[in-house]
């Protein structure tokens, strides 16, 4: 059985009830580039922005152009005139350098992010994930764009495979970049989370795949696994704050919960048995948001916490005069060490109201 036995008291709503929606960011007149806007979270974000938002330019920067179409149908160019949708590829800097002309704010979702077609197109993964984060912040600071954010993923700290590599290289690319932009440059910031409720790619619509089509049992690739899990709507909301929030160089973290993949399983198909597979290459028993290295430079909010640059005691400093607490020395923030946990009852009900919806 799963390793992961938190107090009864940690089985509540509070860290999948969390919104993450303040502080908040005007977008209203702001011209906003989405690389790989075209993904799960390109389009919760256009949602979020059309339903509370009116920017002067929404633009969906991403080289599918079916995808693209697909979503113009569903984002009416009456209904929304502000969208834009642009064909690109993060691998051409020029194509970026264009699009990012008037560009106010860039939000950097496009990666190759499937570890096993990372671990065997190693070449693809670089190209895209580590020269195109590159070529993103190089195209936004002779653009003069003001605010650049990346999505990173918990696989990017002590990473055993590509994948996780290559994030962890681009979070140092943009970490970084903001003393490449020099004195009024962009202002960099990078957000990193777990496994996404419901996304493409993710577990659960592959169990709701095999529950639907009749199979007699669950796949897990080891009991004792677990995972921190955020859903669509939190990590949207999460990234727009943590662009207000961001000073420069931050790698902003949630705080959500973790659950072990045997109570997945069996909060989806409570009477279908589980057949152990084995781990997969490249792929972890637990998940690390931040490691035990990056405490000394983390700092713990009220709904998150934040990794600062390395040898900036003045950003520190600003930190902790908001309310901002040091971690401890020997800090870790792992999936199954967690003491928030995602209860069956909250992910049944999540489910639920999504199909509902």
């Keep these: 059985m799963s390793d992961i036995t938190p107090p009864m008291d940690a089985l509540n709503s509070m860290a999948f009830n969390r919104t993450f929606r303040e502080p908040r960011m005007d977008l209203n007149g702001k011209v906003i580039l989405v690389t790989g806007g075209t993904g799960s979270f390109g389009k919760q974000l256009a949602e979020t922005i059309c339903r509370e938002y009116k920017p002067r330019k929404l633009i969906i ?84 764009v003001r605010h650049v954010c990346g999505l990173s993923t918990d696989k990017a700290a002590s990473p055993i495979n590509l994948y996780g590599a290559s994030k962890l290289a681009a979070d140092k690319i943009f ?20 496994n996404v409720v419901g996304s493409r790619g993710s577990v659960i619509p592959l169990f709701r795949k095999l529950i639907d089509e009749g199979a007699d049992h669950l796949p897990i690739t080891d009991e004792r696994m677990t995972r921190f899990w955020i859903t669509l709507e939190q990590g949207v909301n999460f990234v727009l704050s943590s662009l207000a929030m961001a000073r420069g160089g931050e790698v902003f973290v949630p705080k959500i919960p973790s659950m072990s993949m045997v109570e997945l399983a069996k909060s989806m198909a409570p009477d279908l048995p589980i057949k152990i597979i084995g781990i997969r290459p490249g792929e972890k028993l637990h998940e690390v948001m931040i490691p035990e290295d990056d405490a000394r430079t983390t700092v713990e909010l009220e709904d998150r916490y934040a990794i600062l640059p390395a040898h900036n005691a003045r950003i520190m400093r600003r930190y902790l005069a908001e309310g901002g607490k040091e971690v401890t020395e020997f800090f870790c923030y792992a999936s199954h060490t967690n003491p928030e946990h995602f209860s069956p009852e909250e992910l049944r009900d999540y489910l639920n109201g999504r199909k509902a919806a």
């Design 61 to 144: 920067f991403s080289r599918d152009e079916l995808k693209q179409s697909e979503m113009a149908q569903e984002f009416s160019p009456s209904d929304y005139p502000f969208l834009r949708y642009f064909i690109g590829d993060v691998r051409d800097e020029s194509r970026l350098d264009m699009a990012m002309r008037d560009v106010d704010i860039v939000i950097h979702a496009a990666a190759l992010k499937h570890v096993p077609i990372a671990e065997y197109n190693p070449f693809e993964c670089i190209k895209t994930n580590v020269i195109g984060a590159e070529n993103v912040v190089r195209a936004a600071i002779r653009r003069g």
């Design 175 to 194: 970490t970084a970049a903001q003393h490449m932009g020099g004195e009024g440059g962009p202002i960099f910031s990078v957000v990193r989370y777990g």
